[in-house]
């Protein structure tokens, strides 16, 4: 199976139509050969071989049917990426590596101290799956604290936090969209202290009991190593890369100067995301996101890739792969003059083993360069 066949556009249909005429004109080139008289044994040869080096269109195509079947998917998310104006990725996970750590706690009430908010915090994350949340048990236990059974009617909010009751009081775990939900404010020793955290990229979780703020913990992730290699690969195919969190916009912007980015916009709940992306279209601009955090509601925009790490394949293989079939085609176009004088001196000869043995040399060099560019892409 040939990859060429398959391309879309214009080589394609080049190759098609290259296909089928060669099916028409060797057969009537070799009745015109025979009535001139000069069909002999070699002809017949020398023809056979300009069927097989020039179909379809001499390029000999990667064969990734039999050797290398993911190369058909990122012919196709590569021909998508191509027609995506901007890439929307989201943080946790993606840019960053999704493993917190605690590294700060902060009492705000003269009631709680720092080690008894981390076990309410603990208690009420028992339970949870999130990062933020396994960080802040194992930061009790590292503590050696008392981490309290598993909360009553646990209940996770998308996008702000985490809620449950214990001794009979709502205790609320999230984001500054927390806050302004319950209409609460930091006083300025807290606002400063909240911005110098999230001015280094560290995620603050405040803690509310009632309506009452306790307190906040600070947590921090590391940055992808290798994301700001994978975002300047996407740059250089001229996308513009954007941030899209409900994190702090402090935490996003310090993610985005780490990496890169063009663009950083934090504090974005999910029932908001649409909107964004209805605003970045408003120009006409194509999007697609990226990760396994957006699930985008609306049919106009392309989930392109489950994770960075998956997109940057597409965009490597993708590129490494159109520059082979140039190769090939390029190859299989200098054999090809290469045997036309055999074509041209078998009309005259009576020695078809030596035209065989030549075309049979120039067609195995063809096709050993093709499957060395096939298992050279799994490298």
Not at 297 to 314: C, F, G, R, V
Not at 349 to 362: F, M, R
Request: charged share 20%; glycine share 8%.
């Amino acid at each position: 199976m040939s990859l060429e066949t398959n391309l879309p556009g214009t080589a394609a249909l080049i190759a098609k139509r290259v296909w089928w005429a060669a099916l028409f004109v060797l057969p009537l080139l070799f009745v015109g050969l025979s009535l001139l008289g000069w069909a002999g044994p070699a002809s017949v040869l020398a023809l056979l071989f300009v069927a097989v080096m020039l179909l379809p269109l001499g390029a000999k195509s990667l064969t990734v049917g039999v050797v290398y079947s993911d190369l058909n998917a990122v012919r196709e998310g590569f021909a998508k990426l191509k027609s995506i104006d901007i890439l929307v990725l989201p943080k946790t996970g993606t840019l960053t590596a999704g493993k917190h750590s605690v590294v700060g706690v902060h009492s705000f009430s003269t009631e709680v101290s720092a080690d008894e908010l981390l076990e309410i915090a603990a208690a009420v994350e028992s339970e949870s799956e999130h990062s933020i949340g396994r960080a802040t048990v194992a930061a009790a236990e590292l503590r050696g604290l008392a981490v309290r059974p598993a909360a009553r009617d646990l209940r996770a909010i998308p996008g702000v936090g985490i809620t449950a009751m214990i001794d009979g009081k709502a205790i609320t775990i999230g984001g500054p969209s927390l806050l302004t939900a319950r209409n609460l404010t930091l006083t300025v020793d807290q606002l400063l202290l909240v911005n110098d955290e999230n001015s280094r990229g560290r995620t603050v979780g405040y803690l509310i009991r009632d309506n009452e703020l306790l307190g906040c913990i600070v947590t921090a992730d590391a940055v992808n190593e290798f994301a700001a290699r994978k975002i300047a690969s996407l740059q250089k195919l001229g996308k513009k890369v954007v941030l899209l969190s409900a994190d702090a916009q402090g935490v996003v912007e310090w993610v985005a100067g780490q990496v890169g980015l063009d663009e950083a916009f934090g504090e974005v709940l999910p029932h908001q995301r649409q909107a964004f992306f209805d605003r970045l279209q408003a120009d006409g601009k194509s999007i697609a996101v990226v990760g396994s955090e957006f699930e985008p509601e609306s049919a106009a925009i392309e989930k392109l890739a489950p994770s960075l790490e998956a997109l940057d394949w597409i965009v490597v293989r993708g590129g490494r792969l159109r520059g082979k079939l140039w190769q090939n085609r390029l190859v299989a176009a200098v054999l090809t003059l290469a045997g036309l004088p055999m074509v041209v001196s078998s009309f005259s000869s009576e020695n078809p083993a030596a035209t065989l043995t030549y075309g049979a040399v120039l067609i195995s060099l063809s096709t050993a360069f093709a499957l060395f560019q096939t298992y050279s892409m799994k490298r």
